[in-house]
């Protein structure tokens, strides 16, 4: 099984792990240190938060700012509306801004946000039909 690892450049660590520790999120302390956090999202999907400094060194180029440019939509699936609700509250709660409107297309519903550091995320709900 393959995993997949996003790697996204933060400002404040500390800060940002308080923000995605808020929506629920675990860490795995094995890969994580004073310049990355290593979020758990599932068994297979985790999301490397890099201070600018240590994500400047995994590329070429400048480091974009994603308070100016959207670099990536990260979108997790949610079981219900009820969640999808729930971890944009959470979210709004914990400090993320709002990003658009939720989204009601067929059978999708979903929401979206920026987190603290500026990155969108989404949630989307699938109904099977």
């Known amino acids: 099984m393959r995993m997949i690892f996003v790697n996204l450049p933060v ?8 923000f995605f520790g808020a929506l629920g999120f675990t860490f795995n302390e094995q ?7 290593c979020m758990v999202v599932s068994d297979n999907i985790f999301v490397m938060l890099l201070v600018e400094a240590r994500f ?15 670099q ?8 219900s509306r009820e969640e999808v609700d729930e971890f944009k509250a959470k979210a709004l709660a ?13 059978p999708m519903y979903g ?12 949630m989307m709900h699938m109904a099977q039909g």
Do not use: M, Y
Request: aromatic fraction near 10%; charge should be negative.
């Open 11 to 18: 400002k404040d660590l500390p800060a940002t792990r308080r």
């Open 31 to 37: 890969f994580s240190d004073d310049n990355a956090a």
């Open 56 to 70: 400047q060194d995994f590329v070429n180029g400048k480091v974009g700012d994603p308070e100016n440019e959207t």
């Open 72 to 79: 990536v939509l990260t979108c997790l699936s949610a079981e």
């Open 94 to 106: 914990a400090g993320a801004r709002e990003w658009k409107p939720n989204i009601e297309f067929g």
């Open 111 to 122: 929401c979206s946000f920026q987190d603290i550091n500026g990155h969108v995320w989404e």
